[in-house]
């Protein structure tokens, strides 16, 4: 299992998380087994936004003499009301349900307290500045939660959540099809079949900005609805053709800032396919050939950082050096952590000898040389 820096937190998280979607509703022989394997294969992070009192229960018994090194992402704001989960943001609720999850789990303390589906800049607005944001700040201060975050699938409030310096933290729905598609406070317009009937080009201004946003900011994103609910695997998705779940991880775990899948399997098999990432080759997790293949998307003149420019002759990192540079473009200035990730670069883009192989190994036609090009100017080397 590779593990990543979760942005400035300084907790560094599997890549492959877990999910509580196959706990509900489970008993406590297989919750207990379920981590078991998960622990066992490196699994270190779970996010937990059911309040399910029995799903609590559970989890707490699966991670007694466990705990020491796990991380738990626990969503604020969800509470369970006449035998189901329901959003909330009354502050009072908010304490009772956290409470109760410290009790049941057995923790003293959570690493990620996560405010639960914020889907529209207005929300986050209120919420930032209001008695919810108080109750996670004092339970921060506290030791009670140690980073402050938020789910949400919406880029106007999450990139708002990361630029205000309130959330270390940002769980988003990070996918190929979504990518594609502007941010709506609507989820379900996601998968809307309307939305996807005209040719699509290029990634969404606001989630490119997003990612973007959260790298140069050490804003750690961990990635939901990583396979579009399951769609994404079969034929019948958006796409019109399935990708496999390495694909679908690669394609997340590239993007900027993203270090980590959660997963929400409902069973060891479907984690094992998850976990079979790690020991996966490259071909296995190429997803460039097939976003080049969608019949109605493309990415043309796009860096998807997919890595297919490589290997460069003079050694340069080509998907890291448009990165810094693509971060640049959106900053208008270089900023410092930018300028510094640039520096640690082995080969600067000013050793660029303009062969054009990578350009000809680009399934999205982008013009690497005169990036390169600008890249030296901008970076000086």
């Known amino acids: 299992m590779r593990y990543n820096e979760l942005g400035r937190t300084g907790l560094k998280v599997s890549e492959i998380g877990l999910g509580c979607e196959g706990f509900i509703g489970k008993d406590a022989a297989f919750t207990c087994d379920f981590f078991a394997y998960a622990i066992d294969n490196g699994v270190n992070l779970y996010d937990m936004y059911s309040p399910d009192p029995d799903m609590r229960d559970n ?91 938020l789910s949400s699938h919406n880029p106007a409030a999450a990139t708002a959540a990361a630029e205000s310096g309130l959330a270390d933290v940002i769980m988003f729905s990070v996918n190929p099809c979504y990518d594609l598609i502007p941010g709506t406070e609507d989820f379900d317009a996601l998968w809307a079949p309307k939305n996807f009937e005209r040719p699509l080009l290029n990634m969404d201004p606001e989630r490119e900005a997003f990612y973007e946003t959260c790298q140069r900011l050490g804003v750690g ?34 993007r900027p800032a993203c270090v980590c899948v959660v997963s929400g399997a409902r069973s060891k098999d479907e984690l094992g396919e998850c976990l079979a990432y790690e020991s996966a080759g490259a071909e296995e997790r190429d997803y460039a050939a097939a976003l080049a293949a969608f019949p109605k998307m493309s990415w043309l003149g796009h860096c998807m950082y997919c890595g297919h420019c490589a290997p460069c002759p003079a050694g340069i990192d080509i ?63």
């Open 59 to 149: 989890v707490g018994k699966a991670l007694r003499g466990r705990m020491d090194g796990f991380i738990l992402q626990a969503q604020l704001c969800s509470v369970w009301k006449n035998g189901q989960y329901e959003r909330t943001r009354d502050p009072e609720l908010v304490r009772l349900s956290f409470e109760d999850l410290l009790r049941r789990v057995g923790a003293d303390s959570v690493d990620i307290g996560m405010i639960h589906y914020v889907d529209s800049a207005a929300e986050w607005e209120r919420i930032a500045n209001g008695p919810v944001m108080e109750y996670a700040l004092r339970l921060k201060r506290n030791g009670d939660i140690r980073h402050i975050g």
């Open 221 to 254: 994103v961990t990635s939901m609805k990583t396979f579009g609910g399951g769609d994404l695997l079969h034929d019948y998705s958006p796409s019109g053709m399935a990708l496999t779940p390495c694909q679908c991880i690669h394609y997340a775990l590239t």
């Open 319 to 381: 998907a890291s050096v448009t990165k810094f540079l693509n971060l640049v473009r959106a900053q208008g200035f270089i900023p410092e952590t930018v300028r510094e990730h640039y520096a640690a670069l082995e080969h600067g883009a000013g050793e660029c000898v303009s062969c054009g192989a990578c350009e000809k190994r680009c399934p999205f036609s982008v013009p690497v040389r005169e990036n390169m090009a600008v890249a030296k100017a901008a970076f000086g080397h």
